[in-house]
């Protein structure tokens, strides 16, 4: 080797140094705006993360691993589960992925406050998700994509296939306001929509062979994300493929918004679910898979 050669080698090292140290720092999470308040006697810290709005609920003794449950949409919604497993040492985590309906842009938002909470939080590796109504296109696109990252899944009348709601091809009666929304979001025309292969309810088997449970509550009188189109075919796809599903219908109480909104009968039920398949922590580095 020449010796003129030394200078550009010497160049070119620095250079990949340089934009290593550049891509460090992209990487690194900008936190901006934290603040506190009361939640249902619990502490929630409110921050941005990368400019997107997000939260943290903290437990008042947290369980040795940081076993977490991760809301997607609605996070206000039903919330005994969540206070019932915030008292056990769970900690509640959201972030605000509003309106982009689980498309790609959604997950890498996901994908960010992972690596955040679980970086440079110590939380648990293995979340619980859960999703209510359209949040089950985030909760079942981020587990298909990372299946070994989730401890389980609680679904609430789950949107599974967006043909049903919100383009309203089906039973539902559809959002048209939604459906133009969720084209936009996933950059599709209503074609490539229709078309789509890879809904919640498609591609199951990498969670299937995770072994992820998933747990359901439904209601049969649901008009908006109905049950036959979208959670029996979901957990059907989903025990032929071997994985562990329950559904419970929820048939007492008023039933609001089309059948959509019930009430949740015995939340206990699905906070031990929760609580025993994220209890005790479990690393990903002792998984077999």
Same mark, same amino acid.
């Given at each position: 080797m020449s010796r003129r050669s030394y200078p550009v080698i010497k160049g070119f090292c620095l250079l990949l140094i340089c934009l290593g140290c550049i891509y460090q720092a992209a990487a690194q999470p900008v936190i901006t705006g934290e603040k506190q308040s009361a939640w249902h006697q619990f502490t929630r810290t409110e921050f941005k993360l990368n400019g997107i709005p997000a939260w943290i609920i903290t437990p008042r003794k947290p369980l040795p691993g940081k076993p977490w449950v991760w809301r997607a949409h609605f996070p206000n919604w039903h919330t005994q589960v969540d206070s019932m497993l915030l008292g056990k040492g769970f900690y509640v985590a959201y972030i605000n992925?509003?309106? #982009?309906?689980?498309?790609?842009?959604? $997950?890498?938002?996901?994908?960010?406050?992972?690596?955040?909470?679980? !970086?440079?939080?110590?939380?648990?590796?293995?979340?619980? #998700?859960?999703?209510? *109504?359209?949040g089950g296109l985030y909760v079942y696109g981020w587990a298909k994509r990372h299946p070994e990252k989730v401890s389980c899944i609680y679904a609430e009348a789950p949107v599974c296939d967006f043909k049903s709601w919100p383009a309203g091809k089906g039973k539902s009666k559809g959002s048209a306001n939604d459906w133009k929304k969720l084209l936009q979001a996933y950059g599709f025309t209503e074609e490539q929509a229709l078309n789509y292969t890879n809904q919640p309810k498609d591609n199951l088997e990498a969670l299937a062979a995770y072994k992820v449970p998933v747990l359901h509550a439904i209601s049969l009188t649901d008009s908006i994300v109905p049950?036959?189109?979208?959670?029996?075919? $979901?957990?059907?796809?989903?025990?032929?493929? !071997? !994985?562990?599903?329950?559904?419970?219908?929820?048939?007492?109480?008023?039933?609001? #918004?089309?059948?959509?909104?019930?009430?949740?009968?015995?939340?206990?039920?699905?906070? !031990?679910?929760?609580?025993?398949? *994220?209890?005790?922590?479990? *690393? #990903?580095?002792?998984?077999?898979?």
């Open positions: 992925a509003n309106n #982009l309906y689980g498309c790609p842009k959604a $997950l890498s938002v996901w994908d960010d406050f992972y690596r955040y909470l679980t !970086g440079e939080k110590g939380f648990a590796a293995k979340v619980a #998700l859960e999703g209510v *109504s359209r049950y036959a189109e979208n959670t029996a075919v $979901l957990i059907n796809n989903y025990i032929q493929k !071997g !994985g562990p599903a329950t559904v419970i219908p929820m048939t007492t109480g008023k039933r609001e #918004l089309d059948g959509h909104h019930f009430p949740i009968e015995n939340p206990e039920v699905i906070a !031990g679910f929760i609580y025993r398949n *994220s209890v005790p922590v479990v *690393s #990903l580095s002792r998984e077999t898979h």
